[in-house]
């Protein structure tokens, strides 16, 4: 279980390596939203995500002995990338294993960022058998996505933050919108603020479709959606809440907030105008819900954080072409 | 005369209000530069620019009872909205002269940030007259766009960022890449550097045949373009240099860099695939020097200052379709 504890030593670890992101605001943001709009901008994280604080810390934590043998990670999107960087910058060896059929451009930049890339075919192999020849002699820790306490701890660096962030912005009172997949981010955020800010409340924000958490915290149990894939917002999209992940929002997060894939472009093309940012779909959820959810929010003031930016020039074209007119 | 003593005073009054942009950095265009590249992103500057800077340090340093009467200015793009947001931020009037032919858009937003826009046209009528009309009991002082000691001293904040944060990334001797128009934010930044950190030179960086600072760089007095419209980059384009800020760059600038349109073009479409920034294409000229003309620069790494931001989907998404495949 992640403890605060744990919290803190990772955001030391973090120091110097993750960049602080700055928190944006736009009078335009406001006025549609109908309160003030804070949004805190992982999107210009190393790598273009948030993932890369979580793998900085898991990497970080581990004994040197077991650390330089190398790293090994499952993902085709933000994970990977953060996992690479972050091993490279501890200068070890980090092997990603990804579908044959992810997009060409995150699997150049995944070895750019100088990982080795193992390939699997989803149609004959499981990612697990695939990691498992990857990594015959068992010497290659495995970093997980989000069900470990120090990635856990590293995402909630974010928290700490968005506390002090918000205070400088006289922000006291707020629901942070938290764009949400298997809960590591929201989780960290969610322990984050129990211990600095008890007046500011994670909500998750998930797809239409695919709103795992708002179905769990509901039910008080994890749930699972019906729907596995085919959604924009790939980055967020995971079958049930972590095991690690559910109880921390489970005691800690607001109910969980669904948008729609169309809400979410239009807050990229927002975002684009107002921020002059660049948003993925997924990265762009909690946005979409402090603008065209207003009505299930409390406050004067709303904290989305913007997750990621990773995004195909096709896609946020899509963005722009449907709601880029202002 | 800007004096170092007007900056440090500038950078005081613009704490709290003006945003310490990020800088930021990716291995991918260090790769293409053949160098380290840092980013100064003053298109996450409030308005989406860094003329707010200027337009608050000089709003700000007017004596109250002069300042209490208002403020005009001259602009249809970036200045006016840094304008229009600081003066409402003071909760004093801004009237901004406007082309009545400026894009709907940006009148739209000048107006939404509170100023009063009154419309001249272009063919019967000058600026100057249409500005006297609207100030007949001359009661509103010009804030000027660049040829003012409090706007040089406000645009210089960015220089003492630049400084530390430069240093934070251990860089220490570098140029710093700015794209100039009248050289406001140029001669600010080149009179920090002076005062904090000598191995730090400043390059403006101009479009190929609106490129007055080049030209009057290397003659040592101010040359005026033969064209003086008609460019993508027009956040940027300036028929000379400024009275003030032509002999601090004269004294303090390296010589000047020119770069295409397609070249700042491309540089936006790196600039959202590599830092999920939005940048216009003047804001991008600075980035470009960096990448595509390395060859004039000298030392391990570069500084681009990202001006700004404020660019309409049509541009950006010719930026996208001409070089977003990466």
Redesign the interface.
């Known amino acids: 279980m992640s403890t605060i504890q744990m919290l803190k030593a990772a955001e030391k670890r973090l120091k110097?390596h993750a960049?602080?992101?700055?928190m944006?605001t736009s009078?335009?943001l406001d006025?549609i939203a109908g309160r003030r709009v804070l949004v805190k901008?992982e999107?210009?994280q190393h790598t273009?995500s948030f993932k890369y604080r979580g793998a900085w810390s898991a990497i970080s934590a581990l004994p040197k002995e077991v650390r330089r043998n190398g790293v090994i990670a499952y993902s085709s999107g933000n994970h990977a990338q953060g996992v690479a960087?972050a091993a490279s910058q501890h200068k070890i060896k980090a092997v990603i294993v990804m579908p044959s059929d992810a997009p060409k451009?995150k699997i150049d930049?995944t070895k750019?960022?100088g990982a080795k890339v193992v390939l699997y075919d989803r149609e004959t192999e499981s990612r697990e058998e695939a990691a498992e020849k990857a990594n015959a002699d068992g010497s290659l820790t495995l970093i997980k996505p989000f069900d470990d306490p120090e990635v856990i701890a590293g995402q909630g660096s974010t928290g700490i933050e968005i506390v002090f962030q918000a205070k400088?912005l006289k922000v006291r009172d707020a629901e942070v919108l938290v764009p949400t997949g298997g809960g590591g981010l929201a989780s960290g955020i969610a322990l984050a603020l129990k211990e600095y800010a008890q007046l500011l409340r994670v909500r998750t924000c998930e797809p239409q479709d695919f709103d795992d958490y708002a179905h769990s915290l509901r039910a008080g149990r994890p749930v699972v959606n019906k729907r596995l894939s085919g959604s924009l917002c790939d980055a967020i999209i995971t079958p049930t809440p972590g095991l690690l992940t559910f109880p921390i929002l489970n005691r800690l997060a607001g109910p969980g907030m669904v948008v729609t894939e169309d809400e979410c472009l239009h807050a990229m093309?927002l975002a684009?105008?107002r921020?002059?940012?660049?948003?993925e779909p997924g990265g762009a959820a909690g946005l979409a819900a402090a603008l065209f959810h207003g009505d299930q929010i409390d406050g004067d003031a709303v904290i989305a954080v913007a997750t990621g930016?990773?995004v195909d020039?096709e896609v946020?074209?899509m963005a722009?072409a449907k709601f880029?007119?202002?």
């Open positions: 110097g960049r602080r992101t700055p944006l009078p335009f006025d901008a999107c210009l273009g960087l451009i930049n750019a960022l400088d093309a684009f105008h921020l002059r940012i660049v948003l930016g990773n020039k946020f074209e722009l880029g007119d202002i």
